[in-house]
């Protein structure tokens, strides 16, 4: 078997500056993407535990989902008329959902009293 004989003093000398291992330029900017990143995942995570102390979500709506629903809803007192059928329509598509989860999101939001308010109904 054939060893090759590695000089040890060459793992101990400094590299010259055309053998750097790192290119400072590139781990700055690679650093202020992560930060980015890292905040924005916080402000994400503190929202969600906002929502969720709130109950008001689904398993297939968030809270802000929730709110732009309720906002493209008739008033309440209209969900009697053909409008109200038009949109529940139109919103089923918009988010691929079925009759069920849409049935469970209107049931949110008008638990909700924020949402409810957007539905025209004031609670004292």
Do not use: H
Request: with cysteine; glycine share 4%.
């Amino acid at each position: 078997m054939l060893c090759k004989r590695i000089k040890l003093s060459s793992f101990m000398e400094p590299p010259d500056e055309l053998d750097s291992l790192a290119n400072i330029e590139i781990v700055r900017a690679s650093l202020g993407d992560l930060s980015k990143i890292i905040a924005s995942l916080k402000n994400r995570t503190i929202d969600y535990l906002e929502e969720r102390a709130t109950g008001a979500f689904t398993n297939r709506f968030s809270r802000r989902d929730l709110v732009d629903i309720a906002r493209q809803l008739p008033p309440i007192e209209q969900w009697n008329e053909n409008e109200f059928d038009a949109r529940k329509v139109e919103l089923k598509s918009k988010f691929q959902i079925s009759g069920t989860q849409f049935s469970k999101a209107v049931g949110v939001i008008k638990q909700n009293r924020e949402m409810k308010a957007l539905l025209g109904v004031e609670t004292p």
